[in-house]
């Protein structure tokens, strides 16, 4: 009896533990590549794509570009198959934005969009749209 009752909850176990080991997209940690081109609104040129590296860990694959004298928070994840979702909120002198992004990994690349909404005190609010991709390009050091 003691066998059968050790044997299923090992399967029992099993069967929790499983979709967790699936729950990680397709992406390589390393040295990313990350191009971003920007849509704003009342804008009449496009802007040039805008070209960053970063180190992306299955800990932190938000892709994001630090800036000296912003704060920013990742308010809120998620992840869904190979695709990951996120809030972000940052402030800086001259206001504050939020962001939605959404990029879904495909092991060596990624792409996807981030909306994001700028408020400041002079402005109002303003959207801006941002097409962004990425590719691995080597080993963090």
Request: with cysteine; charged share 25%.
């Amino acid at each position: 009896m003691f066998n059968k009752i050790s044997l299923s909850f090992a399967f029992i176990l099993l069967l929790l533990w499983t979709p967790f080991a699936f729950a990680e997209p397709n992406m390589q940690e390393g040295k990313w590549e990350i191009t971003m081109k920007m849509d704003m609104q009342g804008m009449p040129m496009a802007m040039p794509p805008m070209k960053h590296t970063q180190c992306l860990t299955k800990k932190d694959m938000v892709p994001q570009k630090q800036e000296k004298n912003r704060d920013c928070k990742i308010i809120s994840s998620k992840i869904s198959g190979d695709t990951l979702t996120w809030v972000m909120q940052c402030s800086d002198k001259n206001g504050t934005h939020e962001s939605n992004g959404r990029i879904t990994y495909k092991g060596n690349s990624f792409d996807g969009v981030i909306n994001m909404t700028i408020t400041e005190p002079k402005h109002g609010k303003s959207k801006i749209t941002q097409h962004i991709s990425g590719k691995r390009i080597g080993d963090c050091k």
